[in-house]
């Protein structure tokens, strides 16, 4: 049953939520046994009406005219008579259905997405699947493109609408998908079958709200809230008000199950167990940082009801100046590693580029530059992005060995190190290169020597200079993304300091997000 529920069941497991911690409750009890005096009532009242008075405001702006919900439904006929005339020539049984918004009245004004899946049976083998749905496709849409997920589709236009072609499996339980797509019409038939006409008018506002406050969204990219998601969270509680009063209130992890029979636990900081696959959580890829900021909006929205909070605002782009002044003021050393960015769809790339940008900052943590923070761009160049609290370090740094008296581990680290000797004025001491920091023919140590319990040296760093590791071999050892890695080692230039304004031209917008933060 959809609505409010305090009690989920997990792996088999009722979780009974305690008041006044409920994770999806419409709002807190009152805890005094006073009634409430009339200007709070008025108070309440008149903040009732301002919300309502947005949200219907907004309503009416995201909902399509019926001279587009014709021009909608006249694609869709169209494109759907030519999908069965050219399955009707294949030696296999298919059919086409629609899905997604469009199909279940939950788009947004002005928004030309159309998904039509052509589904083959079970017992097609997936080579076949893939032609005969390439061969439907290519013959529906001429002038598309193919393109590839987990396995390819064709896309293009059709009318002024953007069309996905995408053959299927037509399996009978969502929980027994043979491609990651065929778990699709499921969902769509669940919830045609339970959004009505205001439902779906809520579906909207919210989704013009996750779009408002930069979190819609599935991809690898934004990590954000996906379609299906938000519908279900609106199901939930019946409406965005409702929704927002209590997204304000969450505390994570959140869990939410429609049909309680989830069979697995999930760990994520938002769980909204699938009603046509128990075992799948649909806010898997709902990054905890998004969570955050839909609880944080909704916060803002609930003090201050606004339009403005519906409608994304783009930054505007910095020049190299701003940027330039930034790092000034700053006193701080970014630097950033650019690279040709490899040709490969957002949803490999996105991952790619954030376990690299992830082996970048820990090495430069490791080797004591200290990060304050990261970030990544790409468009047809592709960056890591750090900014460090310092670009050089003294050019030795302390090594601590374990205490005297733990014998055998003290005495091999006194071994290692004994005989070494200090760099002294005679010529001998080891070079430093003026620009990369790096070390001369041998390294210089200091001690062993006892402070307190433990010896210790004092021993030339591996780099003193944040760019010097930038530049070498060594940054091919921190994890990086395999196609990453390809791309670095054909080519890469290292930007640091104030040369990272250079990147103004091409990601002005993003250096501006970077250098003014929001929630």
Not at 197 to 216: M, N
Not at 309 to 323: I, S
């Amino acid at each position: 049953m959809i609505g409010l529920s305090f009690s989920h069941r997990v792996s088999g497991i009722d979780r009974q939520r305690p008041a006044p911690d409920l994770t999806h409750s419409r709002a807190s009890p009152r805890t005094d046994t006073l009634s409430p005096r009339p200007d709070e009532i008025a108070a309440t009242m008149a903040d009732a009406e301002e919300h309502s008075g947005v949200i219907a405001a907004v309503r009416r702006r995201v909902t399509p005219d019926e001279t587009e919900r014709a021009a909608m439904r006249d694609a869709v006929a169209r494109l759907s008579e030519r999908i069965r005339v050219e399955v009707s020539d294949l030696p296999a049984d298919a059919d086409v259905v629609q899905v997604g918004s469009t199909a279940r009245g939950t788009w947004l004004a002005g928004d030309r997405d159309i998904d039509l899946f052509i589904r083959f049976p079970p017992d097609l083998d997936r080579e076949r699947l893939e032609r005969y749905g390439l061969s439907v496709g290519n013959a529906v849409l001429p002038t598309g493109h193919e393109a590839y997920a987990e396995h390819p589709y064709v896309t293009g236009t059709f009318e002024g609408f953007d069309i996905d072609l995408v053959p299927c499996y037509d399996v009978a339980n969502a929980a027994t998908p043979q491609s990651a797509v065929d778990r699709t019409p499921h969902h769509n038939a669940y919830l045609t079958a339970r959004l009505d006409t205001d439902t779906a008018g809520e579906v909207r506002v919210f989704k013009q709200f996750l779009k408002g406050i930069g979190v819609y969204g599935s991809d690898l990219r934004t990590r954000g809230f996906s379609g299906y998601l938000s519908e279900l969270l609106v199901l939930e509680y019946g409406g965005v008000d409702s929704l927002l009063e209590a997204a304000a209130e969450w505390h994570p992890p959140v869990t939410f199950d429609p049909e309680d029979h989830a069979t697995e636990a999930h760990d994520d900081p938002l769980v909204m167990v699938d009603p046509t696959d128990p075992a799948r959580n649909v806010a898997a890829v709902c990054s905890a940082t998004n969570v955050a900021r839909l609880q944080h909006y909704a916060r803002e929205f609930l003090q201050d009801p606004r339009d403005g909070l519906f409608e994304p605002d783009e930054a505007e782009p910095l020049d190299a100046t701003a940027v330039r002044g930034h790092i000034e003021h700053r006193e701080t050393a970014p630097v950033a590693v650019v690279f040709d960015a490899p040709d490969i769809v957002d949803d490999q790339l996105y991952p790619q580029l954030a376990k690299s940008l992830s082996g970048v900052r820990d090495g430069l943590d490791r080797r004591g530059f200290e990060p304050i923070r990261a970030t990544t761009f790409a468009h047809d160049r592709a960056v890591l992005f750090v900014e460090l609290a310092h670009r050089r370090l003294p050019r030795v740094e302390r090594h601590a060995g374990r205490p005297v008296h733990v014998r055998e581990h003290a005495e091999g680290f006194y071994g290692t190190y004994a005989g070494s000797s200090p760099a002294v004025d005679d010529g001998t001491a080891p070079g430093r290169d003026a620009e990369h920091g790096d070390n001369a023919d041998h390294e210089a140590t200091y001690g062993p020597f006892v402070d307190g319990d433990r010896y210790v040296v004092e021993r030339d760093r591996s780099f003193a200079d944040a760019a010097a590791f930038l530049r070498s071999e060594e940054l091919f050892g921190v994890g990086l993304g395999t196609r990453v890695e390809s791309r670095l080692r054909e080519e890469y230039e290292v930007l640091v300091g104030p040369a990272v304004a250079d990147l103004c031209p091409e990601f002005g917008r993003e250096l501006a997000d970077y250098f003014d933060p929001q929630p």
